[in-house]
């Protein structure tokens, strides 16, 4: 689990700075409200912390995912050759000499 946090926290950094220190910031106004029982500074910290997720999630509904363009297939060789057909080999059954 000790593992799994910092992985998560670089990947949203690298992903969204910006949303990601204002969470940030605002989570360590409100501990620090909390803690000092200062509540004008725990409503701004939480007051932060929530306009920024309601903005991250308004752009994720936002963001559409563009439609999928149909693959083109690539043809190295054509579909029907130009030179004649070989004609059919036939095996033919020898004795082996004694």
């Known amino acids: 689990m000790n593992a799994v946090l910092p992985r998560f926290l670089k990947s949203a950094y690298r992903k969204e700075p910006i949303v990601s220190v204002l969470i940030t910031m605002g989570m360590v106004d409100a501990l620090i409200g909390g803690l000092d029982d200062s509540w004008s500074l725990f409503a701004f ?4 912390a929530g306009v ?5 999630l308004w752009r994720f509904q936002q963001s559409r995912p563009l439609p999928e363009e149909e693959p083109v297939v690539q043809h190295y060789l054509p579909s029907r050759s ?3 057909t070989l004609p059919m080999l036939s095996v033919t059954k020898k004795k082996p000499p004694l």
Do not use: A, Q
């Open 82 to 84: 130009s030179s004649p």
């Open 52 to 56: 920024t997720l309601g903005y991250k």
């Open 45 to 48: 910290g939480l007051g932060i």
